[in-house]
């Protein structure tokens, strides 16, 4: 079952912002300890490159940088910001929440802080979240600013022998501001989905409460990242198409209106094979993963960002928004650009 919820008129993305660490790692470096060649890699994943945090990078640091140019870009300052959302299911530490750290380097004193983890449609979870918070106007009257981020440092989690995952993954973060927008402007609507019953096709074994870290969960690799990469496809090419449909219908958009699609950089190969039983034949495709990989709950803002530094959308475009990860969570988010 997915529950739909139309947004309150007025509240879009005002500005964007990304950051991906320096180091860039080839599909040749993943290859050797893979077991893999980086002509299969590429074949596989549509992937060429991806960035690995430096180490004295954590998931707060890249999205204090990624946040830094969205308010920029969005001409406002951290003393506006009502809100603060971080969605990274590779936070700084399991607790205080990263977006704590995000808003003590912003400066932001104002604002409410706190993380969702809805792994890879963590970023969906966090917008629909923001976008609720902002629709109830501040004892003042006024209407605040929220920021809402994905930020992941995969490189800390995967195992760099498991083929399935060492390729895939790497480091990076997202941001964007949301506040006031014109009237027929901003977003329309999300849409969220999740059957837990499919919670063991994704995960980290150990380090919560169920599992706690200890000698023995690290000698048998408990804390690396896990993922049945056949059945996420599978989950993924039965429920997009779904979603997709499902979310257009309820809120009055038919799928060639749609004029730009921004999935989670999940693999650039599954992506081209489900995007073109979708019906958007009239949107433009927006897959920088080839440069990126899957950066978790990042992916979608960077590739909105990506989009952004090549003068996409224009005003008044329709963007769809789609996310999907561990939980299995699928996440959908519909909007018309625009201030």
Known sequence: MTVYSPAEGGTGIIGTGSYLPERIVDNETVAVRAGVTAEWIERKTGIRERRYAADHEAASDLATEAAVRALADAGAAPEELSWIVVATSTPDHPQPATAAFVQHRLGARRAAAFDVNAVCAGFIAALHTASRLLAVPETDGRRGLALVIGSEVYSRVIDRED???????????????????????????????TDGRLHGLIGVTAGGSRMPASEKTVARGDHFFRMRGRDVRDFVERELPDAVAGTLDAFGVTADEVDHFVPHQANGEMLRSVAGGLGLTSARVHLPVERHGNTGAASIPLALDDARRRGEPSDGDLVLLAGFGGGMTLGTGLLRWGR
Do not use: K, N, Q
């Not at 895939?168 to 989905?193: C, H, N």
């Open 163 to 193: 083929r399935r995952t060492a390729p895939l993954f790497g480091d990076g973060a997202g941001a964007v501001v949301l506040g006031p927008v014109s009237e027929g402007r901003g977003l329309l609507g999300t849409g969220m989905r």
